[in-house]
């Protein structure tokens, strides 16, 4: 029976588990902001 | 020689497939973010995203390619990355410096309908994430809360699709209703806006009712919703923790250390780190605008994502039960958070 709810993954790269990859890009995209590389991103 | 080649085939295959995957995201992510900027201000972008997302599925499924279509979608990873984004958005100085009164509001209306919505939940039969995600939502602050509430507890996705829908579509008549109230009853603006602030689950139609009311409703309903969403960090954490030590228990043993290190949700612990930072003063205005953007931009792929997956047979399978307990829950909310922003801010 296929499974519905929200999984935990593990992403070959680094043998990280998706919520510690989710904590590592939210972080990088903080820092590009910090770092004005993103800015005025359009929404 | 014929192995390679075929090698080399697949391969080919499968970045075109990436490509024409990524390219639908981003063309249903900003053909949800162009409707919601059009639609009325509580049609909130999830809901858009969701439907949209929907509408891909049953095409793709249609013409048997949805598989390597969805090749790039990954909901649960969308959803996590917003969710350590939107620590940005919860500054607790912020709250406190308007005085402790917002605060206090929010813990005793998060607390009270929390709980009020849970047992409600039980008497009727509820499943128990179904449960933890509406809480959450009612209790606290919407879609954002049931977001946090889902990927705390590895809900199921037409979980968040259906409780996200009922904060959509339950926010527009309030937003109408409670100024039109407020008026009538002649509440003097801290007394409404606070009124508005602690019962209308999302951020946009709380905006939407303070602005239909006046500038210090508006200044009140975003100071208490803000006091509100910062205890989202609160409650995911919570939440995680018991769900991890009660509920995924095996074989009745209490889960060591380890055990409940591992099945954590690792992301809580990015929000209240950026939650922290954001308190402390280490972003700029600007800054947490762009932020929020980007956390935008996550949720739209997220939810996007969720339409994509949605089977209806799961709906139908959920009922309309849930539903009553959403709407009982709302009028607890709202006579509740009438008395305790009375007490708090009109006399």
Redesign the interface.
Known sequence: MEERTLRRREYPLLRLSEDWWAVVIGFLLIALVLLGVLSHVPW | MADTASAIGERGRRVYWGIASAALLVLLAVAA?RLAAVSPKALEYPLWAAVLGLVANVIASGLKVKDKLGAVIR???F???G???LG?AVNITEVLSVGVRGLVQALVLVTTVFFFTWWLGGVLQLEK?LRAVMCAAVSICGVSAAIAA??SI?????H?AYVTAMVIITALPLMVLMPWIAAAAGMPPQWAGAWFGGNIDTTAAVVGAGAIYGEEAVRIASIVKMAQNALIGVVAFLLALYWVAREERVGGERPSARVLWDRF???V??FIV?SVLASAGA?TK??V??????R??AFTLAFIGIGWDL?LG?FRKIGLRPLAVYLAATVFNTVLALGVSWVLFGR
Not at chain 2, 154 to 158: D, F, I, P, S
Not at chain 2, 289 to 294: R, V
């Open positions: 973010n909901t649960e990873l959803l996590k990355v969710l350590v984004l940005a994430k889902a990927g590895l809900a199921k996705k037409e968040l949700p690792k992301f612990l990015g950026v972003f600007a800054q605008k762009d932020i929020t953007a980007l935008n931009w089977a799961e």
